[in-house]
């Protein structure tokens, strides 16, 4: 094997592996982005009609029930109180007699009091009762009662109005919903025989770009130029730059490789139950400080750039090549058409 096809082989490993990188991160990508329905409108609610509000209502006048004077009738009973205190001042043995029929006259003073004043509140309710039953009284009140009934009636007549207003919007609202309506069925339909259909399809196209590439970089790898540890983005980019910037060949590259992953891992102090985690680890270390390496970045850039324009004599001897490099320029035209017309948006 000359040193020539091993670099052919390695560039070719690396092409393929950059290739499944690229398109598994764009199936990863269109896998977070689905294409989201249409969102059906929101019926609007129809209204009700609410109660009117309890106006605030005119009172009827308030009636201030004339001055009664209170009869003296009470003064009836202070002749037997008077008498009473006599009598029990004109001998010592008549005092209790004479206390007798002065409290008896107090007692009659106060019930005829109490009578008198019974007489007045009688007296001025009836009065109360005349003017509330006066033919002016009345008046007035039938006045009120009309104000009291037309606030009523206008804020019924608000509440009313407000309904209808409300109502009208309903309507309004109808009519655009049902027309948002038509128009959601019409998007749904396209968004599920175009959208999620087109959607799909890319999907399955990509996932079957993966699978010829896979298969393409299989049939790489079985040409077993590369051993099985070594087949790796990282690996095969390092082995590639190695070989491609310098005159050595296969063997002293995988020497250094290995030098320098024993380097990495005795820095990283890998334990033996984490070692197949690292090593994936390592591989995506490499890679990236190849890719920082202006010189191999170059260098894999221009070897990714002559393979997709020319492809090389080892991709053509692979059968499903052919089927595979269409799938992936087919892919690349979608997406840089994709980034034409979002940057037109």
Same mark, same amino acid.
């Given at each position: 094997?000359?040193?020539?096809?091993?670099?052919?082989?390695?560039?070719?490993?690396?092409?393929?592996? %950059?290739?499944?990188?690229?398109?598994?991160?764009?199936?990863?990508?269109?896998?977070?982005?689905?294409?989201?329905?249409?969102?059906?409108?929101?019926?609007?609610?129809?209204?009700?009609?609410?109660?009117?509000?309890?106006?605030?209502?005119?009172?009827?006048?308030?009636?201030?029930?004339?001055?009664?004077?209170?009869?003296?009738?009470?003064?009836?009973?202070?002749?037997?109180?008077?008498?009473?205190?006599?009598?029990?001042?004109?001998?010592?043995?008549?005092?209790?007699?004479?206390?007798?029929?002065?409290?008896?006259?107090?007692? #009659?003073?106060?019930?005829?009091?109490?009578? %008198?004043?019974?007489?007045?509140?009688?007296?001025?309710?009836?009065?109360?009762?005349?003017?509330? /039953?006066?033919?002016?009284?009345?008046?007035?009140?039938?006045?009120?009662?009309?104000? /009291?009934?037309?606030?009523?009636?206008?804020?019924?007549?608000?509440?009313?109005?407000?309904?209808?207003?409300?109502?009208?919007?309903?309507?309004?609202?109808?009519?655009?919903?049902?027309?948002?309506?038509?128009?959601?069925?019409?998007? #749904?339909?396209?968004?599920?025989?175009?959208?999620?259909?087109?959607? /799909?399809?890319?999907?399955?196209?990509?996932?079957?770009?993966?699978?010829?590439?896979?298969?393409?970089?299989?049939?790489?790898?079985?040409?077993?130029?590369?051993?099985?540890? #070594?087949?790796?983005?990282?690996?095969?980019?390092?082995?590639?730059?190695?070989?491609?910037?310098?005159?050595?060949?296969?063997?002293?590259?995988?020497?250094?490789? %290995?030098?320098?992953?024993?380097?990495?891992?005795?820095?990283?102090?890998?334990?033996?139950? /984490?070692?197949?985690?690292?090593?994936?680890?390592?591989?995506?270390?490499?890679?990236? %400080?190849?890719?920082?390496?202006?010189?191999?970045?170059?260098?894999?850039?221009?070897?990714?750039?002559?393979?997709?324009?020319?492809?090389?004599?080892?991709?053509?001897?692979?059968?499903?090549?052919?089927?595979?490099?269409?799938?992936?320029?087919?892919?690349?035209?979608?997406?840089?058409?994709?980034?034409?017309?979002?940057?037109?948006?």
């Amino acid at each position: 094997m000359s040193r020539q096809e091993e670099l052919e082989n390695l560039t070719t490993a690396y092409y393929l592996e %950059d290739t499944l990188l690229i398109l598994n991160r764009d199936l990863n990508e269109l896998n977070h982005n689905i294409p989201k329905a249409p969102r059906q409108p929101l019926k609007p609610t129809e209204p009700m009609e609410m109660t009117p509000q309890k106006v605030q209502l005119k009172q009827y006048p308030q009636i201030q029930p004339p001055y009664i004077k209170t009869p003296s009738n009470w003064k009836k009973g202070i002749p037997l109180y008077i008498i009473g205190i006599i009598i029990g001042l004109i001998k010592e043995s008549f005092i209790f007699i004479g206390s007798v029929i002065a409290i008896c006259g107090i007692v #009659y003073s106060l019930r005829l009091l109490s009578k %008198d004043r019974a007489w007045v509140k009688q007296q001025k309710k009836e009065a109360v009762e005349n003017i509330r /039953n006066s033919a002016d009284y009345q008046k007035k009140c039938k006045e009120i009662d009309s104000e /009291n009934e037309k606030r009523q009636l206008a804020e019924s007549n608000r509440v009313h109005e407000e309904y209808l207003k409300m109502y009208e919007r309903y309507k309004s609202e109808c009519k655009d919903y049902n027309n948002a309506l038509e128009q959601y069925k019409k998007d #749904y339909d396209h968004y599920q025989t175009y959208t999620m259909a087109t959607y /799909n399809s890319k999907k399955e196209e990509l996932k079957n770009v993966i699978a010829q590439t896979h298969d393409t970089l299989e049939e790489v790898y079985k040409k077993n130029i590369i051993p099985a540890q #070594y087949r790796g983005i990282g690996s095969v980019a390092y082995l590639a730059t190695f070989m491609g910037t310098s005159d050595y060949d296969l063997k002293f590259a995988i020497e250094r490789y %290995d030098q320098d992953v024993s380097h990495r891992y005795q820095q990283q102090q890998v334990d033996i139950a /984490n070692q197949q985690l690292n090593a994936m680890r390592t591989q995506t270390q490499i890679l990236n %400080d190849v890719l920082q390496n202006q010189h191999y970045a170059t260098y894999l850039n221009e070897q990714v750039l002559d393979i997709q324009e020319h492809g090389n004599k080892l991709l053509r001897s692979i059968s499903n090549w052919q089927k595979a490099d269409i799938l992936i320029n087919e892919h690349r035209y979608q997406k840089r058409q994709q980034a034409i017309k979002k940057a037109k948006q």
